[in-house]
């Protein structure tokens, strides 16, 4: 399923699709409302304007774009792209999802304790609940999770990522990086112990069971 509501104010539901099926729904400007099929993946994207992204059984796929957008992550996998500090509000659910901040412009600061993201040099803050992971800019990030098993990746930039209680998956990536597991009581599917990665660079890091590419 396609579907390009143009622009305008529009309600879009993805009803009736199998569960093998994929849709790929795209807004346009104006404050749209837009709810994917209970398929195995749903593309959402809200475009320009105040939208409203809903996520059901599958894989939920969900861009905010520009505009103070809310996007639920229903009661499959999700992940919310674009994200970058500007006002938007993200509810998880019950598996994993992902709060992406790969297209910021500039180096972010996200807690899943706080259930904040920002830019570092910013006003504004998302808001994340029942949120597990974090995917940073390409700058100095500052990534932290929570009590939970989380997933933080800091991609490029000389990153700090502190994973807290939980088995976490800290993934420094590229540039020199401070990583920290933090303390291990994970349950499946995520390792009990935490999975610290330094990634390329020469990276610091701390509080893993595992470790991998990790300098000091």
């Not at 569960?19 to 809200?46: C, H, K, P, Q, W």
């Not at 259930?115 to 803050?125: F, M």
Request: charged letters at 20%; hydrophobic letters at 25%.
């Amino acid at each position: 399923m396609t579907v390009w509501a143009g622009t305008g104010s529009d309600i879009v539901h993805a009803n009736g699709m199998a569960d093998s099926d994929y849709a790929l729904i795209r807004g346009g400007y104006g404050r749209d409302e837009i709810v994917g099929g209970g398929g195995a993946e749903t593309y959402l994207d809200g475009g320009p304007g105040r939208d409203v992204l809903r996520g059901r059984e599958g894989y939920a796929q969900m861009v905010t774009g520009t505009g103070r957008d809310v996007a639920y992550g229903g009661t499959g996998s999700s992940q919310v792209d674009d994200l970058s500090g500007e006002g938007d509000t993200y509810y998880g659910g019950p598996k994993e999802d992902l709060a992406m901040y790969g297209q910021a412009p500039g180096a972010v600061r996200v807690s899943l304790e706080t259930g904040r993201g920002q830019l570092i040099s910013g006003t504004k803050y998302d808001q994340l609940v029942d949120v597990e992971g974090v995917y940073g800019s390409w700058y100095a990030d500052e990534l932290t999770g929570n009590a939970g098993s989380n997933h933080l990746f800091g991609d490029v930039g000389n990153d700090v990522l502190q994973g807290g209680d939980g088995g976490d998956i800290v993934d420094g990536a590229d540039g020199d990086d401070i990583v920290d597991g933090g303390l291990p009581s994970g349950t499946a599917p995520w390792p009990v112990g935490d999975y610290v990665i330094g990634g390329n660079g020469t990276d610091s890091c701390t509080g893993g069971e595992t470790t991998d590419g990790c300098e000091g």
